[in-house]
């Protein structure tokens, strides 16, 4: 099946700064979602994106899709933006079908 | 508009009970998906329904785990007997036909002691 890694596994900001997660894919997709996981434990939609860049606020997502990997921005980091951002992302074809595979997640910690 | 709905959010039993999972999908939504998520793991697919048709439980981890579909606005997850293995977050999420996007239930955290 299909591989989802990402990177950093974890990183500690202060309030204000930007930084850019990374997720890397191992196939063709027709399915890659962003998700935050808040420290209440809910999976909390970002951004579908299978191809091309969307912002939300704050927040921007960028997918390049021929070199099989993807790009969540947040800009001038909160503290509520603190918890794990997960990746996730469906083959195009092959017996996977409808399967979501989720990377392994980034912990992010912003400080006041 | 009512997102996924999970039920109980949290579920503490001995180990050897019954447990069972609910699930509510977004209306006119046609997939539904169960996941766990252990430390260990991950988030892991468990199974998925069309329809109210299971149509890959690959990801189910042993017999001691089923799961149903009586209408399209149900599921449930059993567990039976249950393990302190099997302690996780469970989650449900669902899909409406000709979009891949998920949207995924709060989640119910269960602890087998």
């Known amino acids: 099946g299909i591989q989802v890694e990402q990177s950093p596994p974890d990183l500690i900001l202060q309030e204000g700064a930007n930084s850019t997660l990374r997720c890397n894919f191992s196939?063709?997709?027709?399915?890659l979602q962003w998700f935050h996981q808040n420290p209440w434990g809910q999976l909390i939609n970002l951004f579908y994106i299978p191809s091309g860049t969307k912002q939300n606020g704050r927040l921007s997502a960028t997918t390049v899709a021929t070199e099989r990997y993807s790009l969540l921005y947040i800009s001038s980091s909160q503290t509520t933006d603190s918890g794990v951002y997960f990746c996730?992302?469906?083959?195009?074809?092959?017996?996977?079908?409808?399967?979501?595979?989720f990377g392994q997640g980034t912990i992010l910690t912003v400080h006041p | 508009d009512a997102g996924v709905i999970q039920s109980p959010r949290h579920e503490v039993t001995e180990m050897g009970q019954e447990v069972t999972l609910r699930c509510k999908p977004i209306s006119g939504h046609d997939y539904l998906f169960w996941y766990r998520q252990t430390m260990m793991r991950g988030l892991e697919l468990l199974i998925y329904f069309n329809n109210n048709v299971p149509i890959d439980d690959s990801g189910m981890p042993e017999d001691r785990f089923s799961a149903k579909m009586p209408n399209a606005s149900f599921s449930t997850l059993k567990i039976q007997p249950s393990e302190p293995r099997d302690s996780a977050v469970y989650f449900c999420?669902?899909?409406?036909?000709?979009?891949?996007?998920?949207?995924f239930g709060p989640g119910t955290r269960l602890t087998v002691t």
């Open positions: 996730a992302a469906q083959n195009a074809g092959g017996t996977s079908y409808g399967k979501l595979t």
């Open positions: 196939d063709s997709v027709n399915n």
């Open positions: 999420a669902s899909r409406v036909q000709g979009s891949y996007e998920q949207y």
